[in-house]
């Protein structure tokens, strides 16, 4: 029977997560081990001889980090002592239980981030800095030595009487929130998190794995199920009332509130795989349909009631009176598949993206789901608009997660300096990068189907640009787009839309795999891509009668 010292205050989280691992410890492990009972023995006394004695008695110690400090930050000089013990007894096996807050809650988090991420930098944020200590500080005292280390980042932990943030956030009678900010949440039970701690020491595996639960919720679909009611209030007021009661302890700090402001999510992936964990904590690889994901089921926040409702009001007027968009060539997105759309965008708000997610919502039943730039993020209201219509942060692992799931991938390969491209110049395609859509689509054998849209640029000519580190800084856009449709609320001007799906090329390869690490074909027919777009946006443009006014593709 093995022996195992568990690290931790007398307080709530400690005692209720003891109860669960006796509780499951006298399970069947499963999985092929053998069954077998494990001694748990609580430390509780600082004291040199108590914690002496229990590491020479101990098989494995488990680090409660978050009930070792205060208000479920970490306290590395405690830290360091305890884990300097651990390597001066040479415990055999050693359980560090940090935090997925290592990662710092910000716009650019592309959500459900993997452990393959290797060694996260120092960052400015303090508590994702104080995990990311914790962590360095572990690997530093017993990493490369006789001693197995197994760091596991459960996401938010809220218990009943818990110090920690969520704990007091899920557990009280009113929440002060952000207006205009609903991230994905995801709570793990201490049921889970006992599961996970049993599966590695009965496993003895070391290494890093994030532990995180079956479902994400949003904030205030969490705080509804908890029947807690939210006051919404600005950032900008909660501050300097934060920084008041902060000395009387009668508020999260600001840094806390971060952690409610944007995503944070993370991908349980690998504990599933090697600890077994399949059953009590999916990686949310099944949680969502390929086009329509459920009401709440999306780990990205997509909504596509809301995208519906938003399309019955809002979208379907600007698509049909305001616009009058003229659509061509629906015939060539398939009905059912990994599909890649491969299109232009220009102005500084994506309404051509949203008019192409009404138009196949509504047309097709398929949802796209377009990768963004972090800076659309930023800001209260709009968070929570792109999240809900599918907006996800570009980058590889995102494009992969909607191709691998058989979706419809939206992708702008100019990026940003398409949308700020000046009016003079908004009709001439600029670079495409490195091909990355082309390489997503050859991974995932999904079809490539390029568009256009003309008439986009004259709802917000951009006529100028402006270039200001400070604005880049706080906005994250390059520039200060100089337009006659700048005002408070973007108000686009009434120009007609012709948007036309082109025919997908043929990629008739064998070992798709291959080519998509072959960079010459990938150039290939990323030019060509390119070019066949740029002679069917010259074309439009000869044959549009009048920017306001017009068809072209019943001509």
């Known amino acids: 029977m093995p022996t195992v010292a568990v690290v931790g205050d007398r307080e709530p989280t400690t005692e209720r997560l003891l109860r669960e691992l006796d509780a499951r410890a006298r399970l069947p492990a499963g999985l092929g081990m053998a069954s077998s009972e494990i001694h748990w023995r609580g430390i509780i006394d600082r004291h040199q001889e108590a914690a002496t004695a229990a590491f020479d008695a101990a098989d494995a110690v488990v680090y409660l980090a978050a009930c070792r400090g205060r208000r479920g930050v970490p306290d590395n000089e ?63 005292l017993l990493d490369g030595r006789n001693t197995t280390l197994t760091l596991l980042r459960p996401t938010a932990l809220p218990v009943p009487g818990g110090d ?22 995801q709570l793990l039970s201490l049921a889970e998190l006992a599961g996970a701690l049993v599966a590695a020491i009965r496993g003895r595996r070391g290494g890093l794995f994030h532990l995180a639960p079956r479902r994400t919720v949003p904030l205030r679909s969490a705080l509804r199920e908890r029947k807690i009611r939210w006051w919404p209030v600005p950032r900008t007021l909660q501050i300097p009332l934060r920084g008041l009661l902060a000395p009387l302890e009668l508020a999260a700090t600001t840094a806390q509130l971060d952690y409610i402001r944007y995503d944070w999510t993370v991908s349980a992936a690998k504990a599933n795989r090697e600890l077994g964990l399949r059953a009590a904590i999916p990686d949310g690889s099944n949680a969502a349909d390929a086009d329509r994901p459920e009401a709440g089921s999306d780990p990205f926040g997509m909504d596509c009631d809301f995208i519906d409702a938003l399309g019955r009001r809002l979208l379907g007027f600007l698509h049909d009176r305001y616009w009058r968009v ?30 192409i997610l009404h138009a196949l919502a509504t047309r097709s039943g398929r949802y796209p789901r377009f990768l963004i730039h972090p800076g659309l993020l930023k800001f209260p209201f709009f968070f929570d608009l792109f999240r809900k219509m599918g907006g996800l942060i570009a980058c590889r692992e995102n494009a ?22 000046p009016y003079k110049d908004a009709y001439r395609l600029g670079r495409f990068g490195r091909g990355a859509f082309v390489k997503a689509a050859l991974r995932h054998r999904a079809t490539i189907v390029p568009f256009v849209t003309v008439g986009s640029a004259e709802a917000s000519p951009i006529l100028a640009r402006i270039r200001s580190r400070p604005w880049r800084r706080y906005s994250l856009w390059p520039y200060i787009p100089i337009t006659p449709t700048l005002l408070p609320i973007p108000l686009p001007l009434p120009s007609k839309w012709h948007t036309r799906f082109l025919r997908p090329p043929r990629l008739d390869v064998e070992d798709a795999e291959a080519a998509a ?22 074309e439009i ?13 019943d001509r």
């Open 400 to 421: 992969d997660y909607v191709l691998a799931r058989g979706g419809v991938l939206g992708v702008l390969p100019e990026g940003v300096e398409g949308a700020f491209r």
């Open 517 to 538: 690490r072959d960079d010459g074909f990938v150039r290939q027919q990323t030019r060509a891509i390119r070019a066949r777009m740029q002679v069917e946006l010259d």
């Open 164 to 185: 920690d943030y969520f704990s007091r956030l899920l557990h009280g009678r009113l929440a002060v929130t952000l207006p205009g900010h609903n991230p994905s949440l």
């Open 541 to 553: 443009r000869t044959r549009r009668p009048s920017v306001f006014a017009g068809n072209v593709f």
């Open 78 to 140: 405690d830290a360091a002592a305890w884990l300097g013990g651990c390597n001066e007894h040479a415990v055999p096996h050693v359980i560090i239980v940090s935090s997925a807050q290592v990662f710092e809650p910000d716009m650019r988090h592309p959500g459900l981030v993997s452990e393959g991420r290797g060694e996260l930098p120092p960052c400015s944020h303090p508590i994702a800095a104080r995990w990311r200590e914790l962590e360095s500080l572990a690997k530093r």
């Open 326 to 355: 003229e659509l061509a060539g629906l015939e060539h997105i398939p009905r059912d598949g990994p599909v890649v759309l491969v299109g232009v965008h220009r102005g500084y708000f994506p309404w051509d993206a949203m008019m």
